[in-house]
């Protein structure tokens, strides 16, 4: 029953924090994903759970047994690599069979075992290629049969999808879920890409500059976003700045720039309190002309984007800040750059947070 | 008018196919005609003489049995240097101890050393019964012999191997070793069926380097050998002794060696990336307590020790009698140049000029040839070739190759002795530069080239703004590599010539002095300070340019 306890895990490389104090639990038979721009300490965290990368502190556990200073080959894992590191020495039987091998099974087993696998990947035909003929999909499909031969059944996957072909990506990323579910697997994913994450996993933990931001599963992370960078980087958002005016038991009335006056379910911010309110793409409307009522905000379209099934527009409101409205193509009667618009949002599906003490930009960028 | 500004005019000539076919195709001339032919040809003129030797079978025995103790002693000493400085490069690559980084350093020191110091320093560490390791023991530990001879060609071949390893290592991606230890394969079952096998070229190139090595030392193989004879021994031999019908024996073991060099190179070419490594078998309990910390730190400490006290510190031990000489006042007799030390200093002179001609001229025409090698200018299959082909005068024994490119530039009278000597280093340095710069081009993506290429940049700014800076390295690495295999050479210099380099000065004054320490013109603490200062020397080249290169370039 693979289940993984991270305890208060630290990994510095020289000064660098790559893992700062992380604490994580990962069900049993759960799709589990780190996401996080690059350099946010994923992958070391995933290669700590692995034991390719020793913590400097703290435990990490894989079915409540303490395994910190046990080597990777005796953890029970199976690990997918970024570029696959299919060994190129090796056609695909013998990459396939090696976890058998090296566990001197029977070479009966081994076979078995090598079959199983291949067929589950649909390459039993090409077992005798080696990786250099192989396409990227078919040599991820490989190294995947091959991190299972070895009879893992904590599955630990590095951008397992990052080398492949957008269409190819979108169809395999599908399977990998699939392949974790039938074999009743736990598997843990790095990517940095939020869509995948969001589209597989059962839970994602967000990373950012070595810090465990938010865990939760895809809905939470995307309803109700606990941090700022969260909801930036989970789905867009836009950001208006201002300060909490008035606080009733109820709700906050928030005064943006310019004046203007906008209400939220929020109770945690103080009367005075600086903050940035991040209202996502979608959520808000566009009506032509100046309408009335709450939460509503004049503007003048100022860009507009056919995406296919959405539609995008930049507008302009009229206290000069710039918010981006995406809606259903098909929904409704497109508006032209020009228009005078009016933008307006339901008081509960706004997000207050304090405003970043290093400022908005730096605490929304990627690297 | 406008300034004449060279590098627009070489920029506008290299944009014209036309000029850069002739740059490829002079620099494949050059190599035809002065590096590959002459010494293929020198022995076919002589074909004839051979049958001399068959005649004289006391001849012909010693010749067959030198024949034989070169390649037994090379093979075997190349094989125990794979063996062990594999885990120093390993170790090295590893071991996670900053320290470490000096000791690569180190490990290259018997590289730069004129072999002849370094036999000196052999001789002196092992045998000599009132200094170094034998004065433990109050006479000869290794007497002059076959068994000083392999100790002394392990200790400069070493760090041939610990060079090319420690390089693989580098450039290996850990990912295979990663995927196959999550797999369950302890360390040493990951290193044995995965790393090592990817790294087989690698091992294959660090065995046939130190093998040619091996082949080809001359100076030093004298000094320590006794009355043990290999191939170049032989030669040297029957060149001073001139006695009559030698030069039948010379063609003979030359050609031999040749041949045999040449068969064996080929072979291991062919049959090395065919050979299989043994990996389907695992042995997992055994691997595994073969993979625990103290049995690596066993490894480890056996390696330093190793490279230590058979590598590092006798190659090392010629700095004590260098040192006595300093106190003493020999020193201040050799600045002044008086006596012996005359002919010294010319000696050290006339080593060093050759040793910058050779690495000039070579590296004038081995760019072109490392580019058209690399990038496969004319054609795929002929830079394959030339591939194979730049590498022969690096494994034929270098006595052998002097024999014969004498036997050939003798056909030319007017030929001053100079000259053949150029000549002949030429041809024996070419190699190095050559290898070191393809491999590093290889390693430039081209992608570079065609964005500077896109960017307005004609071949020769390509060259010189992206190529050149990004293989810093590799080139000085292969100039220094040049320079002092022409400043170490012995053999070839003593079968082309009588100009006395330092080597071939050293190996004079010590000679005597082995046959007898009391009437040899030239004392133990001379001879120590004469290595000493060529050591010095040495170190204070590869120091200079380390600084220079410093962080500097990719490849």
């Not at chain 1, 990947?121 to 499909?141: K, T, Y």
């Not at chain 2, 024994?397 to 002949?424: T, Y």
């Amino acid at each position: 029953m693979p289940e993984v306890r991270l305890v208060n895990v630290t990994k510095k490389f020289g000064k660098i924090v790559a893992v700062e104090n992380a604490n994580l639990q990962i069900h049993d038979r759960e799709y589990f994903s780190l996401i996080g721009p690059s350099g946010c300490g994923k992958t070391t965290l995933l290669r700590m759970i692995a034991g390719l990368v020793q913590p400097d502190e703290g435990e990490i556990y894989i079915d409540d047994r303490l395994v910190t200073s046990i080597p990777p080959e005796d953890r029970g894992i199976g690990f997918v690599f970024q570029t696959y590191a299919l060994f190129p020495h090796m056609n695909v039987w013998d990459n396939v069979t090696y976890g058998p091998r090296v566990k001197a099974l029977e070479s009966k087993e081994s076979e078995r075992i090598g079959r199983e696998m291949l067929e589950m990947v649909r390459l039993f035909e090409r077992l005798d290629a080696f990786p250099s003929e192989l396409s990227g999909g078919m040599m991820q499909r490989v190294a995947l049969a091959r991190a299972l031969s070895a009879g893992a059944k904590l599955l630990l996957l590095d951008e397992p999808l990052g080398a492949l072909d957008a269409k190819i990506r979108h169809e395999l990323r599908y399977e990998l879920r699939r392949f974790v579910k039938d074999l009743e697997l736990t598997g843990i994913h790095v990517t940095h890409d939020q869509a995948e994450a969001m589209a597989i996993s059962d839970r994602i933990a967000v990373m950012r500059k070595g810090k465990i931001l938010q865990v939760g599963t895809p809905q939470e992370l995307y309803m109700t976003p606990q941090h700022i960078f969260v909801a930036n980087f989970i789905g867009e958002s836009n950001f208006l700045e201002g300060y909490v005016s008035k606080l009733t038991e109820k709700e906050s009335t928030i005064e943006l720039r310019g004046g203007l006056l906008v209400r939220a379910l929020d109770k945690t911010h103080g009367e005075g309190e600086k903050v940035v309110v991040a209202i996502r793409p979608e959520i808000l409307v566009v009506e032509k002309g100046k309408k009335g009522g709450v939460n509503s905000i004049f503007g003048n379209i100022e860009g507009f984007r056919f995406e296919g099934t959405n539609v995008r527009y930049e507008i302009r409101l009229e206290n000069g800040d710039l918010v981006v409205v995406v809606r259903p193509a098909l929904m409704a009667e497109w508006l032209d750059v020009g228009e005078k618009v009016t933008v307006s949002f339901p008081i509960e599906k706004s997000f207050v947070f304090t405003y970043p003490e290093r400022g908005l930009k730096r605490e929304l960028a990627l690297e | 008018m406008a300034r004449f500004n060279i590098t627009r005019f070489l920029d506008s000539l290299s944009s014209r196919s036309i000029v850069r076919y002739i740059v490829y195709s002079c620099s494949v001339a050059f190599f035809f005609a002065l590096i590959l032919i002459p010494p293929i040809l020198g022995i076919v003129l002589k074909w004839n003489t051979m049958a001399d030797i068959f005649g004289n079978s006391s001849l012909m025995s010693r010749a067959i049995s030198a024949i034989y103790a070169s390649f037994a002693i090379a093979l075997f000493v190349s094989f125990i240097d794979v063996v062990a400085g594999l885990p120093m490069a390993w170790f090295i690559t590893r071991g996670g101890f900053k320290w470490l980084k000096s000791l690569d350093t180190l490990a290259d020191i018997p590289f730069i050393v004129p072999t002849v110091a370094l036999g000196y320093s052999l001789l002196l560490f092992w045998s000599d019964p009132k200094q170094g390791i034998s004065s433990l023991f109050g006479s000869s530990l290794v007497s002059r012999g076959w068994l000083l001879v392999i100790l002394l060609h392990f200790a400069f071949s070493y760090p041939v191997v610990v060079r090319v390893m420690v390089g693989a290592l580098l450039d290996y991606k850990r990912e295979y070793e990663e995927a196959a230890r999550t797999l369950g394969a302890a360390p040493i079952t990951a290193d044995r069926t995965v790393t090592l096998p990817i790294l087989k070229t690698a091992l294959i190139a660090s065995f046939i380097l130190a093998l040619a090595r091996s082949l080809s030392e001359t100076g030093a193989t004298i000094m320590v050998a006794g009355a043990f004879e290999n191939g170049p021994i032989f030669i040297s031999k029957l060149k001073t002794a001139q006695e009559p019908g030698y030069e039948g024996a010379l063609v003979f073991v030359s050609f031999i060696l040749i041949a045999i060099s040449c068969i064996i190179f080929v072979t291991i070419m062919l049959l090395g990336q065919r050979l299989k490594m043994p990996i389907k078998k695992v042995w997992p309990v055994a691997e595994r307590k073969l993979s625990s910390s103290g049995v690596t730190n066993l490894r480890n400490s056996m390696s330093l020790l190793v490279f230590f006290f058979l590598v590092l510190i006798p190659s090392l031990f010629v700095a004590l009698p260098a040192f006595y000489a300093i106190t003493n006042g020999t020193l201040n007799q050799a600045v002044t140049g008086a006596g012996i030390w005359r002919e010294y200093w010319q000696s050290l002179i006339l080593s060093y000029s050759v040793g910058a001609i050779a690495t000039l001229l070579n590296t004038i025409i081995g760019l072109p040839m490392a580019v058209l090698i690399a990038r496969r200018r004319l054609g795929t299959a002929f830079s394959s070739i030339l591939d194979v082909l730049v590498n022969i005068p690096l494994i034929i024994p270098s006595i052998a190759l002097g024999i014969s490119l004498s036997i050939f530039w003798k056909n030319f009278q007017s030929m001053p002795e100079i000259g053949l000597l150029i000549f002949v280093h030429l041809s024996i340095t070419y190699p190095y530069l050559v290898r070191s710069m393809t491999a590093a081009i290889e390693r430039v993506n081209t992608d570079y080239e065609e964005a500077a290429r896109t960017l307005g940049g004609r071949p020769f700014t390509v060259f010189r703004t992206i190529i050149l800076p990004l293989t810093k390295y590799s080139l000085i690495a292969g100039a220094v590599m040049v320079f002092t295999r022409s400043v170490s050479e012995t053999g070839a210099t003593l079968a082309v010539t009588k100009l006395k380099t330092a080597p071939v000065l050293l190996v004079g004054w010590v000679k005597p002095f082995l046959a007898n320490p009391s009437t040899a013109p030239v004392n133990s603490l001379e001879i120590g300070l004469g290595c000493g200062i060529l050591v010095l020397f040495s170190f204070i080249i590869l120091l200079v340019l380390r600084l220079f290169s410093r962080g500097k370039g990719m490849y």
